[in-house]
């Protein structure tokens, strides 16, 4: 089964999306998903210079060899851009093999250990009444699990927060990276955060009871002791988990957090390898693993780190923002499934406009998301659509401090 076509496909259906197309000589074609946020057309570069001519002739049934021509094959090992170009290939050929066999891709990676995979939704609001109302909302939709992101008072925008209190339907209306000629910038007060967070974890346990998993995204914003101290500060709230704490690339920074406080831990959306987990795993400094297919190697590498994860008692919580395409989306569900250390899945639900460039067909029922018994991902790229919606350039916000230092975003 040879490989005899390899498209690029770079589409805005509202965000910008990349995604590779395989096609074989047989005619099964495969998906994967390669987008990095507000550098899209870097990894699409990547895989047009670079990428795309190894692939033409190559047997499309060989993935764990072509992963390791393409990542040792470059001399030049990791980074965002390298891995979300490598996890496109990965993951295409995977949905071309399972497509082949006719299967769904958890039969091929060991089939399901659950019925489907616990999502949660990001709740949030500028203050209590509005993050109540989308709490709420998202109770209504069916999730189980709630991501609480909050407004801080003195701070005009804050990460997570949606301009609209719902946002738990068919819509979604935080969208991080905007289409501004230059980055956003938004305002951070690391203080006035720790002083506002444990009372919204307060108010929403006094109101929603002990029962309802709740986590929070620190977004890479503390130091390690401000980080400890706010583990502390929320342990009586018993959360799900912090996550991002501290900026990723520090693991030794987890010493000091796991010292002080027993809330859980999960970091590494921004990680690309088995590499930059070492020192988290084998020390047991966290407890759940965020990396995402598109942005770690693909199904191979990331099926790779979980199990390195299991062998500590540490479980997934991959990433799944609407950056994330569907087919990147549907590549961790079928992980999320196979895995026996499955922990919890992001889901943030895309645009309908990206759905009709996407055509896909897992399932959110009862807080559960299932990818289908489709065979291979179980997502269909509508190429003409794609092309309706040109990419648009857009960046991620930056932060800064009230005297204009620029801080971590
Ligand atoms: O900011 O995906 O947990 N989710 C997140 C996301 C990230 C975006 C960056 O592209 O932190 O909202
Ligand atoms: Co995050």
């Known amino acids: 089964m ?25 005619g ?4 994967g998903d390669a987008t990095l946020n507000g550098r899209e057309l870097a990894v699409e570069a990547y895989l047009r210079e670079h990428v795309v001519p190894l692939l033409v002739g190559r047997d499309a049934s ?10 040792r094959g470059a001399y030049w090992r990791r980074g965002p851009v390298t891995m979300a170009a490598i996890a496109a290939v990965d993951t295409a050929l995977w949905d071309i093999k399972a497509r082949a066999a006719g299967m769904p891709l958890y039969q091929l990676l060991g089939g399901a250990c659950r019925v489907g995979a616990l999502a949660y939704g990001h709740a949030s609001g500028r203050d209590l009444p509005e993050l109540f109302d989308s709490i709420r909302a998202h109770l209504e939709r069916g999730f189980r699990a709630i991501r609480v992101q909050t407004g801080i008072p003195g701070l005009d925008t804050v990460y997570g927060v949606a301009a609209s209190a719902a ?35 307060e108010a929403v346990r006094s109101e929603f009871g002990p029962a309802l998993p709740l986590l929070h995204d620190g977004h890479h914003r503390m130091t390690p002791i401000e980080a400890a101290r706010l583990g502390k500060a929320l342990e009586p709230y018993d959360l799900f988990w912090l996550e991002d704490a ?13 010292q002080h406080t027993t809330t859980p831990l999960a970091i590494g959306e921004v990680f690309n390898s088995i590499h930059d987990y070492t020192t988290l795993l084998s020390e047991r400094l966290i407890d759940y693993v965020r990396s995402a297919v598109t942005h770690t190697g693909g199904v191979t590498a990331l099926k790779k780190v979980l199990d390195f994860a299991a062998v500590y008692g540490v479980k997934s919580g991959m990433h799944g923002p609407t950056d994330i395409s569907p087919v990147g989306m549907a590549a961790a569900l079928h992980l999320d499934l196979a895995v026996h250390n499955f922990g919890i899945q992001e889901y943030m639900p895309h645009t309908a406009e990206t759905l009709e460039v ?30 309706r919606f040109p990419y648009r350039a857009a960046y991620l916000p930056v932060n800064r401090l009230a005297d204009g230092t620029l801080h971590d975003w």
């Not at 501290?246 to 796991?258: F, H, K, N, V, Y």
């Open 28 to 31: 099964i074609t495969g998906l």
């Open 246 to 258: 501290t900026p990723g690339e520090d693991q030794a920074a987890l010493r000091l957090i796991r």
């Open 62 to 71: 060989a993935i764990e060899d072509t992963w390791q021509y393409l990542y």
């Open 167 to 201: 946002g738990g339907g068919d819509r979604y209306d935080y969208e991080p990276a905007r289409p501004t000629a230059l980055p956003v910038e938004e305002s951070w007060d690391t203080r006035a955060y720790l002083r506002h967070v444990p009372s919204v974890f």
């Open 358 to 387: 996407f055509r896909t067909s897992y399932t959110f029922v009862d807080g559960l998301l299932h990818p289908s018994d489709s065979p291979g991902l179980g997502v269909e790229l509508d190429v003409d659509a794609a092309g």
């Open 2 to 26: 040879r490989i005899a076509a390899v498209e690029v496909v770079v589409t805005c259906p509202g965000r910008n999306f990349v995604t590779l197309r395989i096609t074989t000589e047989d």
